[in-house]
């Protein structure tokens, strides 16, 4: 089987590549495609030597799968143009809204992978909704969610490779005591944190407290509320949730761990003492999604709070991207 990655050379396209080596996925081709500007570049998978193409020159009848991981614009004037003679699973933004167009987390709703075949597009959901979805699906499942409360906060990655060279050297900066300037950012990011992340909409919220109150509710369930506050942070790599859960039923703390203990991609790690959760640091490069500090809100009937960590590199873009080619694989792409 032949893939493509569009954006090989950017921060999800190596760790695509990376994931696909560990899994060692059946590739017989993988050809790695980005801007002219990086045409020529040497990157390895599997020991051996890739030249990267010009993504312009190639021909995507020629491969199976065509991961894309080079943003919104990119996506806007090639996943279509890929989608005319190959699958396209995009990290973008791009597509999430779209109706027609599947927004797949697979341990949450791999069965909506058959809609496939209305685009040839399938949108990868956003890194912060990503673990939210996977350990939220098994308790509403069990108790039914009324309503979601997420604050988030998130590593400068999710911003690009630039924001974590800010990051860096504002820190560097700081210590030297020099003037520190924000170009990736509204305000100076070390040893700070920042409620906005992305552009403010009418209604006060950014536009990514939007997307995540848009598509936990395309991803889980329509009917549930959700409100929530994004929050940068000066952490490198994976994104944080504090999640307030209401349920419409009334839940048990133990069946609720038990439950999570149990279900694909989560892993909790809840002891109540010093050191009994999980951070950021241990959640890199990491593929589970990991579930901390889970109580009882005692303000509130059948609510709880629980601690969400995930790398947002890896299971909130790459991984998920290569889960939801694996399902495609395993059902023979849906008779496509």
Known sequence: MNIAIVGATGNVGRKIIEILEKKQINIENLFLLASKNSEGKKINYNGKEHTVTNLEKFDFSSVKIAFFAAGSEVAEKWAHVAADKTIVIDNSKYFRKDPDIPLIVPEVNSKKLSDVKNKNIIANANCSVIPVVVALKPLHDLYNINRIVASTYQSVSGAGKSAMDELLSQTED???????????????????????????????????????????????????????????????????????????????????????????????????????????????????????????????????????????????????????????????????
């Open 174 to 336: 700081y210590f030297q005591n020099k003037e520190i300037d924000s170009k990736n950012f509204t305000k100076q990011i070390a040893f700070n944190a920042i409620p906005h992340i992305d552009s403010f909409l009418e209604n006060g919220y950014t536009k990514e407290e939007q997307k995540t109150t848009d598509e936990i509710k395309k991803i889980l369930d329509k009917k549930i509320k959700v409100t929530s506050t994004c929050v940068r942070i000066p952490v490198l790599v994976s994104h944080c949730i504090s999640a307030n859960v209401e349920f419409n039923k009334k839940c048990d703390l133990d069946e609720i761990r038990k439950v999570l203990s149990t279900s694909p991609g989560c892993k909790v790690i809840d002891e109540h003492q010093d050191g009994g959760y999980i951070t950021p640091v241990e959640a890199e490069d990491k593929f589970e999604t990991f579930i901390s500090r889970i109580r009882l809100d005692e303000s509130r009937e059948n609510t709880i709070n629980l601690w969400i960590v995930s790398d947002n590199l890896v299971k909130g873009a790459a991984l998920n991207a290569v889960q939801i080619a694996e399902s495609l694989i395993t059902n023979d792409f849906y008779g496509r």
